[in-house]
């Protein structure tokens, strides 16, 4: 465990994933492989990969002497993204609906 911590191998590890997952999306993007819900999909799935590999070859999640504090801590700050994107998302929708004229030709 303690070579974990001090040892380049997870950051090269994590850089290299990064990379590649971010490639990735690029190309499914750049190259019309795929379209509509699905693209939008697949695009959300290697952010969430992505976001994982970060947390676990960077921030050394669940590596950590006390991991129940610091899930409990990385739950709550989802909850919070969450409820911000949301409403964000609400209050645009909301404004669009309100703000915006009927005919939109």
């Known amino acids: 465990?303690?070579?974990?911590?001090?040892?380049?191998?997870?950051?090269?590890?994590g850089f290299i994933l990064s990379v590649v997952l971010t490639l990735a999306a690029y190309l499914i993007v750049v190259c019309h492989l795929l379209v509509g819900w699905v693209?939008?999909?697949?695009?959300?799935?290697?952010?969430?990969?992505q976001g994982v590999c970060q947390l676990v070859f960077y921030l050394h999640l669940g590596v950590e002497s006390k991991p129940r504090w610091n899930l409990m801590i990385f739950c709550f700050?989802?909850?919070?993204?969450?409820?911000?994107?949301?409403?964000?998302?609400?209050?645009m929708r909301n404004l669009d609906y309100n703000l915006m004229p009927v005919n939109r030709g």
Do not use: D, R
């Open 1 to 13: 465990m303690h070579e974990w911590n001090t040892s380049f191998k997870p950051v090269i590890w």
């Open 39 to 49: 693209l939008i999909c697949a695009v959300v799935a290697l952010a969430i990969v």
């Open 77 to 91: 700050m989802c909850l919070i993204m969450v409820i911000i994107l949301v409403g964000s998302m609400w209050i």
